[in-house]
């Protein structure tokens, strides 16, 4: 069996943020898919990304139809007013996954839900964003490695 199309998907997500550990201006020194969201980081500027478990939409002899949320954590040290950085950043997230809606062809959209800034308890330099998407694909029934297109 191939890998899963969730394991595909989110395996293309990380290709597609690789290029911002170079890019500038937003450059992380990380970008790292994690099983929860972090309530810090040691290392910054740092992209962490959670997939959260899949919900059926809709199901019948062929084919299932999911979605599941995908949740970026941008962490970083502006220095002065973490508002510009923030922007930068979501501007270089949204590029990256919002280029290809679907994915190389691995789902059927990919829907910008929201974003949270937000400021570190340590003097308001220090802090992030959170940004949601929502994905959703459709597979074979019983054979969670086949797109059903």
Do not use: H
Request: hydrophobic share 40%.
């Amino acid at each position: 069996m191939n890998d899963p199309i969730k394991l595909a998907i989110m395996n293309y997500i990380q290709t597609r943020l690789n290029p911002l550990t170079m890019d500038e201006p937003a450059t992380a020194r990380v970008v790292q898919r994690k099983a929860s969201l972090q309530a810090v980081s040691a290392i910054t500027p740092a992209l962490y990304f959670v997939a959260y478990p899949e919900r059926k939409i809709e199901e019948d002899t062929i084919c299932i139809t999911l979605e599941f949320s995908v949740v970026f954590q941008l962490f970083f040290t502006s220095g002065r007013d973490p508002g510009p950085t923030t922007d930068l950043f979501e501007a270089a997230v949204q590029q990256a996954i919002e280029a290809e809606d679907q994915l190389g062809g691995l789902v059927d959209w990919v829907k910008f839900e929201s974003n949270n800034p937000f400021i570190l308890e340590d003097g308001g330099t220090d802090g992030g964003t959170i940004m949601q998407y929502t994905v959703q694909y459709r597979r074979q029934r019983g054979a969670p490695d086949k797109r059903y297109a």
